[in-house]
């Protein structure tokens, strides 16, 4: 069955950090670009960060978590990570992560971008509050 399963949500405070989990069953995220959402009640939903397919992995991050956050991800483990630090009570939100689709450059190297999310994960909660 393929499916994405996110992991690591909780409550922090601010200022604090966590480690979300995007573990990959059925797919090898060798060949998947996945991205980083995320939601809150009565607002449209925000894409938070991106990792490309390739072992170096382009990635790309919402203005609003440059510099706090980052993805990595891990082939062997088939999982992709976002790492939160400096969080800050606007960070509360349910994250999900999905597949993504890639655009090549004039270089010739893929880069991730927010379309064609195909496959989802069931959603985390982050809540940063003291």
């Known amino acids: 069955q393929v499916q994405l399963v996110e992991s690591g949500g909780g409550l922090v405070q601010p200022g604090g950090s966590l480690r979300l989990s995007c573990k990959a069953y059925?797919?090898?995220?060798?060949?998947?670009?996945i991205a980083w959402f995320r939601q809150t009640a009565g607002k449209e939903r925000e894409g938070v960060s991106c990792i490309s397919s390739s072992s170096d992995g382009p990635t790309n991050y919402a203005d609003s978590v440059k510099g706090r956050f980052t993805v990595s991800k891990d082939n062997a483990k088939n999982t992709v990570y976002l790492q939160m630090n400096s969080l800050k009570p606007e960070d509360t939100a349910t994250y999900y992560c999905?597949?993504?689709?890639?655009?090549?450059?004039?270089?010739?190297?893929?880069?991730?971008?927010?379309?064609?999310?195909?496959?989802w994960g069931q959603g985390t909660q982050v809540t940063v509050s003291s």
């Open positions: 059925g797919l090898s995220l060798e060949y998947y670009a």
């Open positions: 999905a597949t993504t689709g890639e655009r090549l450059d004039a270089s010739g190297t893929y880069y991730c971008d927010y379309f064609e999310m195909d496959i």
